[in-house]
T-cell receptor, first 113, second 113 residues
Framework: EAQVTQNPRYLITVTGKKLTVTCSQN?????MSWYRQDPGLGLRQIYY???????DKGDVPEGYKVSRKEKRNFPLILESPSPNQTSLYFC????????????FGEGSWLTVV | AQSVTQLGSHVSVSEGALVLLRCNYS??????LFWYVQYPNQGLQLLLK??????LVKGINGFEAEFKKSETSFHLTKPSAHMSDAAEYFC???????????FGKGTLLTVNP
C-alpha cells in the first residue's frame, strides 16, 4: 500500500530534550516536506526537500532541522524543543514538487512541557 | 508571493443542503489550486485540483470547484451534503515555485441531520 509513515504518532516530552520524528514514504517520490498544523493557522511549511541531499527552509524553520540522506526518509529533528513547538506535525511527499498531488502521513501529535 | 484566504472558519449546513466553501487566492503567476480534506484524527487527502485547462474541476465524493481568474477564486461546492462530509477543508495554492504549497487556515464543515 502506498503510504507516508510517521513515528511517533503521539509524544509528550520535556523542554530541551532532543527528539526526532521519522518519516518514510514507499512511493519513490522525489519531493518531501514537513508541515505543522496549529488551530486557526492552518498548515505551515517547516522544511522541504526536492531530492536527496537537497533541503531548504519553509515558512517556519526556526528550531527544526531535517536531513535527506536517502529518497524514502525525511526525519524532522528538534534539537532543543520548546513549548511553542507543541503542535500537530505532518510529513508529506509527492512525485515532483508542490504542484503534484501531495500525500500526507497521519500526523504526529507533539507536546512539549 | 502567494496566499490563500478561506472565508468562514466554520460552515454549518443541513443534510441534503448545498455546500459552498469559499477560497480566494493571490499569486503572481498562473496558479495551481487544490482542495484537501481532513477527517478527524487523519492526515489530509486530495479532493480535487486545478492545473490548466477546464475551469470547472470535479473531485471525489461529489465535490467540484470552479477556477475564476477574474475573481481570483476557487470555491468548493457540493449539491447535497451528507453526514460523512463533516470534516475540515483546506484550500491551497502553488504559484511561482514548485517547492511551496501554501494553505489557507481551513474551514470546518458541520453537517446537521
Amino acid at each position: 500500500e502506498a503510504q507516508v509513515t510517521q513515528n511517533p504518532r503521539y509524544l509528550i516530552t520535556v523542554t530541551g530534550k532532543k527528539l526526532t520524528v521519522t518519516c518514510s514514504q514507499n512511493m519513490n517520490h522525489e519531493y518531501m516536506s514537513w508541515y505543522r498544523q496549529d488551530p486557526g493557522l492552518g498548515l505551515r511549511q517547516i522544511y522541504y526537500s526536492m531530492n536527496v541531499e537537497v533541503t531548504d527552509k519553509g515558512d517556519v524553520p526556526e528550531g527544526y532541522k531535517v536531513s535527506r540522506k536517502e529518497k524514502r526518509n525525511f526525519p524532522l529533528i528538534l534539537e532543543s524543543p520548546s513549548p511553542n513547538q507543541t503542535s500537530l506535525y505532518f510529513c508529506a511527499s509527492s512525485p515532483q514538487g508542490a504542484r503534484n498531488t501531495i500525500y500526507f502521513g497521519e500526523g504526529s501529535w507533539l507536546t512539549v512541557v | 508571493a502567494q496566499s490563500v484566504t478561506q472565508l468562514g472558519s466554520h460552515v454549518s449546513v443541513s443534510e441534503g443542503a448545498l455546500v459552498l466553501l469559499r477560497c480566494n487566492y493571490s499569486s503572481s503567476v498562473p496558479p495551481y489550486l487544490f482542495w484537501y480534506v481532513q477527517y478527524p484524527n487523519q492526515g489530509l487527502q486530495l479532493l480535487l485540483k486545478y492545473t490548466t485547462g477546464a475551469t470547472l474541476v470535479k473531485g471525489i465524493n461529489g465535490f467540484e470547484a470552479e477556477f475564476k481568474k477574474s475573481e481570483t477564486s476557487f470555491h468548493l461546492t457540493k449539491p447535497s451534503a451528507h453526514m460523512s462530509d463533516a470534516a475540515e477543508y483546506f484550500c491551497a495554492v502553488s504559484g511561482g515555485s514548485n517547492y511551496k504549497l501554501t494553505f489557507g487556515k481551513g474551514t470546518l464543515l458541520t453537517v446537521n441531520p
